[in-house]
């Protein structure tokens, strides 16, 4: 069994109200790299309980949970399938820096594929976080 993590983050010239309002909505994920559409799946569209479906341009779906909410702190949410590793726990979390926001997206996995697949699968991951923070921080630009 493989296991490892990803931590990147990103300071953004904005208000702390602002920013939440953008990453706590969690069907609007236009600042998500290569994302195509995102859908809420059941009823419950914000906090625990909330699931969603992403589409990616590859033609890949990742359906996630919401597992942990705390309104202008953080969000957590797990994968339950569209990815290559058994167990994905993600953490999208917000802190005032004087004027800015710093932004983190960190996550914890593990994984039965080979070393080589997973090594491959955690720089891929990293790419993706730091790409789609970037995209992020260029919404408010």
Do not use: C
């Amino acid at each position: 069994m493989n296991s490892g993590s990803v931590k990147k983050s990103v300071i953004i010239g904005i208000d702390l109200e602002k920013a939440w309002s953008k990453i706590s909505k969690i069907s609007k994920l236009d600042w998500l790299q290569d994302q195509k559409s995102t859908k809420i799946l059941g009823e419950k569209k914000s906090g625990v309980g909330a699931k969603r479906l992403i589409s990616f341009e590859d033609g890949s779906d990742v359906e996630e949970h919401i597992v942990g909410w705390k309104p202008k702190e953080y969000f957590s949410y797990i994968a339950v399938s569209g990815l290559p590793l058994d167990a994905y726990h993600a953490t999208i979390s917000i802190e005032k820096k004087g004027e800015s926001v710093k932004i983190t997206w960190e996550s914890f996995f593990a994984s039965d594929s080979t070393t080589n697949e997973f090594e491959r699968f955690v720089d891929f991951l990293a790419n993706f976080y730091v790409q789609s923070l970037k995209n992020l921080k260029k919404e408010f630009n």
